[in-house]
């Protein structure tokens, strides 16, 4: 069973690269969510797709973009990263939308100088 | 904005030691989700409590939700090295998505 799949694990960008962290699951479930986390911070979300063809923002969702691509993909999009995204980033999913458990990909630690 | 706040933030015991972290929303909740999220790892999910008043038990953990479903709680009884880790609270306030709590770090010394 592999679950939520993220890809890259390990990235390092220079300020103004773009890059797109992918995100996939094989359990059919209709929401994925994009958090990020920071030391002392927990998680905060980004973007949410509670069913496939919706996105909505979250708490922090300035300077990030996110595309659903079908029901297993959501991908997450930094046009032009900036030092303060540096950040360890966590996809999940949920068969039950924001009322039932989350399953979560192992993350992407995202550095960028 | 909408709060889950948790405390302690972190914590450190002895082997054998219980522990407890407490969680609380200004807001009532429709259900309070509880993950650990081990060293290096990635949050897990463990339990979600839904009604008034709850109390579910695995093994050596207890998990509460206030009569009032604005606060809840979890107790580890007679600590073990392999319960080190992050555990974080999540609530749903009904119509919105999952809001998680900063989270307490449980460091266990034997």
């Known amino acids: 069973n592999a679950g939520v799949t993220q890809t890259p694990k390990f990235q390092v960008l220079k300020t103004g690269q773009s890059m797109t962290l992918q995100c996939a699951q094989d359990m059919n479930h209709n929401s994925m969510y994009w958090y990020r986390q920071d030391p002392g911070m927990g998680l905060r979300l980004i973007y949410y797709?509670?069913?496939?063809?919706?996105?909505d923002k979250g708490e922090v969702p300035n300077g990030y973009n996110v595309s659903r691509l079908n029901k297993r993909e959501f991908s997450l999009r930094l046009e032009s990263a900036a030092p303060s995204q540096t950040s360890v980033y966590f996809c999940a999913s949920s068969g039950e939308g924001p009322r039932g458990p989350q399953h979560f990909g192992d993350g992407t630690r995202l550095s960028i100088l | 904005g909408q709060q889950v706040m948790q405390i302690p933030q972190y914590q450190h015991v002895q082997e054998g030691e219980d522990f407890t972290t407490y969680c609380n929303s200004s807001?009532?909740?429709?259900?309070i989700q509880w993950y650990k999220q081990r060293p290096g790892g990635h949050p897990v999910f463990l339990i979600q409590l839904v009604k008034s008043g709850e109390v579910k038990k695995q093994k050596r953990l207890t998990f509460q939700f206030g009569e009032a479903k604005k606060n809840s709680s979890l107790h580890i009884t007679a600590t073990q090295t392999t319960d080190v880790g992050t555990y974080f609270c999540a609530g749903d306030q009904a119509g919105t998505a999952l809001i998680f709590g900063k989270g307490t770090t449980l460091s266990v010394s034997s």
């Open positions: 797709s509670a069913s496939e063809g919706t996105t």
């Open positions: 807001t009532t909740l429709s259900n």
